[in-house]
């Protein structure tokens, strides 16, 4: 599937430790809050970046949930599956009224009325990268006789987990369709860098599951510790798989057995792992020499199938991508 077309109800959760969708009382999280909450009901477009898992998509759903759009639908769409021939890619996606969107950008089909979120925009082909900007840029011009405001009721949010800066002098997302989609950039902290928000959101994760099996399990002190001292290299996808995989095969109790498997024991014992931001290389080259970008995210890739078995869907679920970009992240 490359698109998925959702309907939310216009009035998401507000608590301390939750706004909308997302979850969190540290002070990273609590910024997140007050900066979606600046840019909600504005309207402009907006750029999400971080980690894979760190929970891009529902920060978009929850910025289109307090928008004045949140009655018409979320649009998602997987950029890496988008062909560079727009007649072919437009087959693919649901339709809506007409509008300049569909005039301009035909991958995009008739979706005009709502939020569109277009997922790793740097994974979508240049030629459509051109069209997109020249869309944004004639969305973007003062209202006329000939382009009333009216006609242009649809809003962009776009999200990478790369660096749209160095992405930009890579050739791999075009200059001024990034000019257009930052008018507001939004920056998704890590689950590492949360403060204890990972113990709160496993509980969260584990009150969760046991409303959907009418049970009352709980995490041992153990648990509780090495939840806190993991730097979730996954984030919170691989936080919220952990938890359900582990309340799957445990009692009441849920032990420290139940929650690792090696790699994650290995991951305590050394205080570290390789997470997409983090290059420097433990391999035979010694210290001193680093990976590329594109080098780690291999290594994350691989580290993650194999802690799965080679089960690419769970591995792609606990990176929070595709298996189509888990793929593509192999094959560089």
Request: aromatic share 6%; glycine share 6%; with cysteine.
């Amino acid at each position: 599937m490359t698109s998925a077309t959702t309907r939310l109800s216009p009035l998401p959760s507000t608590k301390g430790n939750q706004y909308g969708l997302l979850m969190g009382s540290s002070s990273s999280m609590q910024q997140l809050f007050r900066r979606i909450r600046r840019v909600s009901g504005s309207g402009v477009n907006t750029l999400l970046t971080g980690e894979p898992g760190s929970g891009k998509k529902r920060t978009a759903l929850t910025l289109h949930q307090y928008s004045p759009l949140a009655r018409h639908p979320f649009m998602a769409i997987d950029c890496a599956m988008l062909s560079d021939d727009p007649e072919e890619a437009a087959g693919s996606l649901p339709s809506a009224s007409s509008s300049l969107a569909c005039q301009t950008l035909p991958c995009f089909g008739q979706f005009t009325l709502g939020t569109l979120y277009l997922d790793e925009i740097t994974a979508m082909p240049m030629k459509l990268q051109d069209k997109l900007a020249t869309m944004l840029a004639h969305n973007s011009q003062p209202a006329s006789a000939a382009h009333p405001a009216s006609q242009s009721p649809l809003r962009i949010i776009a999200a990478t987990q790369h660096d749209p800066i160095r992405a930009v002098t890579q050739g791999r997302l075009q200059e001024q369709l990034y000019f257009q989609l930052a008018q507001f950039p939004v920056q998704i902290p890590p689950l590492r860098e949360r403060d204890d928000d990972a113990v709160e959101l496993a509980q969260h994760f584990l009150q969760h599951f046991n409303r959907q099996t009418t049970s009352s399990k709980s995490f041992s002190r153990d648990v509780i510790r090495q939840i806190r001292n993991h730097d979730w290299p996954g984030n919170v996808s691989e936080l919220r798989k952990r938890v359900e995989q582990a309340h799957g095969r445990a009692g009441e109790i849920i032990t420290a057995t139940e929650f690792c498997d090696q790699r994650f024991e290995d991951s305590l014992i050394s205080g570290h792992e390789i997470s997409p931001l983090d290059h420097q290389k433990t391999t035979s080259d010694g210290p001193g020499s680093w990976l590329s970008v594109s080098e780690a995210e291999r290594q994350l890739v691989i580290n993650t199938l194999n802690s799965c078995q080679q089960n690419r869907q769970q591995a792609a679920a606990l990176l929070g991508i595709t298996v189509e970009v888990l793929d593509q992240k192999l094959a560089q």
